[in-house]
Structure formats: structure tokens, C-alpha cells
T-cell receptor, first 113, second 111 residues
């Protein structure tokens, strides 16, 4: 069974631009969560999607948004990029919304210059 | 507000030693607790998941315990090996199923 895949793996963007990251969950998994990891703040929860609906949202500005498609694939978008958005963005999938084990992808390394 | 703390922040041990990593959380109303390892620049690998109704889980040389009432979990690694060198993270699945991570323990096992 294939694991969680994230594309692209690396990305360099300029301040003010926008970016879209993609996550494909494990086959059969319907919940996708997104996290931001930085050396200073550690791993922080962004949002979670289940059945194409956002179920939870962390404490991030509205520039961070996401969506989930009917095949459970998810995308997150960051608009008006800031230097502080440079981070490793991790996606995790689980069977459903709730108390299920999470499986993480390799992440997308975003660098904002 | 749920806070997750991991002690120690870093640990260096000789190969073969048994070791314990600690994770504490401030709100005992959790659904589960999950331990992960992360190699530099990589994603997270799930090690063990303990549901709130369980006391411990074991996988190979790893054993994780959960004491909800005291807000603590421990990850025990037996007979450590250089390949165990990584950062170990605990994550608490809290109310509304938000997941809160600790800052991690960086483990180095010397050959």
C-alpha cells in the first residue's frame, strides 16, 4: 500500500507570491490534516479535512487555506507569502475523523525569499 | 489550553542502553496519544498509538505507557542502537480532535 505522498517536495517562492501544496492520502483514508513545522515553533496544526469539509482549524491567519476533493486528496494554499512562512509543511492521513492513527508524508520544504 | 512537554530535550547514550523518554500534558481529556520518530529533514514515522482507554502499547523494542490521570506518557526503548538516533515526538489528540505536539526529544545513540 502506498504511503502519503506530497508534492512538490521542495519549493522556493518570493514574498508576496502564493503557493499551493498537494497531499494524496493513503488509499482508503478519508481524513487529511496539515501541519507546519519550524525550528522555533515546532509542529503546529493547521487544519483537518474529512469528507471534503474542514473539521478543525488551528491558529493561523486566513492566508492559509485548504480544501479536500471527493477522492480525499487535499491541497493547501498560502497567499501573500511572508518570510516567516518558510517551513516544512507536513500532511497526515487517517482512516476517518476522530481518534485514529495518523500517517505522515515526507513533507514539502517551502522557502520564502 | 492543552500543552505538551517532552523531557529531556536531548539525550546521548551508548549503544545497548535502555532509555526512557517522557511526555507530559496539562489536560487529561485526550482521545489518544501517539509517539513518532523524525529523522532530519524527513516526515514523521508513527511508532505507537495509545487510545485513552489503554495503559500501554508495545512494538518490538518499544513500549509506551499512558497515565491519563497524571498527564504522563513514557516511551521506553530497550537495547538502543545507533539506528535509533532521531527526534522522538509525542502528540496528543485533544478535544475537537486537534493534535498537539511536544517539542521532541533529540536522541543520539553512540556506537
Amino acid at each position: 500500500k502506498a504511503g502519503v505522498t506530497q508534492t512538490p517536495r521542495y519549493l522556493i517562492k518570493t514574498r508576496g507570491q502564493q503557493v499551493t501544496l498537494s497531499c494524496s492520502p493513503i488509499s482508503g483514508h478519508r481524513s487529511v490534516s496539515w501541519y507546519q513545522q519550524t525550528p522555533g515553533q515546532g509542529l503546529q496544526f493547521l487544519f483537518e479535512y474529512f469528507s471534503e469539509t474542514q473539521r478543525n482549524k488551528g491558529n493561523f491567519p486566513g492566508r492559509f487555506s485548504g480544501r479536500q476533493f471527493s477522492n480525499s486528496r487535499s491541497e493547501m494554499n498560502v497567499s501573500t507569502l511572508e518570510l516567516g512562512d518558510s517551513a516544512l509543511y507536513l500532511c497526515a492521513s487517517s482512516l476517518a475523523w476522530g481518534s485514529y492513527e495518523q500517517y505522515f508524508g515526507p513533507g514539502t520544504r517551502l522557502t520564502v525569499t | 489550553k492543552q500543552e505538551v512537554t517532552q523531557i529531556p530535550a536531548a539525550l546521548s547514550v551508548p549503544e545497548g542502553e535502555n532509555l526512557v523518554l517522557n511526555c507530559s500534558f496539562t489536560d487529561s481529556a485526550i482521545y489518544n496519544l501517539q509517539w513518532f520518530r523524525q529523522d532530519p529533514g524527513k516526515g514523521l514515522t508513527s511508532l505507537l498509538l495509545i487510545q485513552s482507554s489503554q495503559r500501554e502499547q508495545t512494538s518490538g523494542r518499544l513500549n509506551a505507557s499512558l497515565d491519563k490521570s497524571s498527564g504522563r506518557s513514557t516511551l521506553y526503548i530497550a537495547a538502543s542502537q545507533p539506528g535509533d538516533s532521531a527526534t522522538y515526538l509525542c502528540a496528543v489528540n485533544h478535544g475537537g480532535f486537534k493534535t498537539i505536539f511536544g517539542a521532541g526529544t533529540r536522541l543520539f545513540v553512540k556506537a
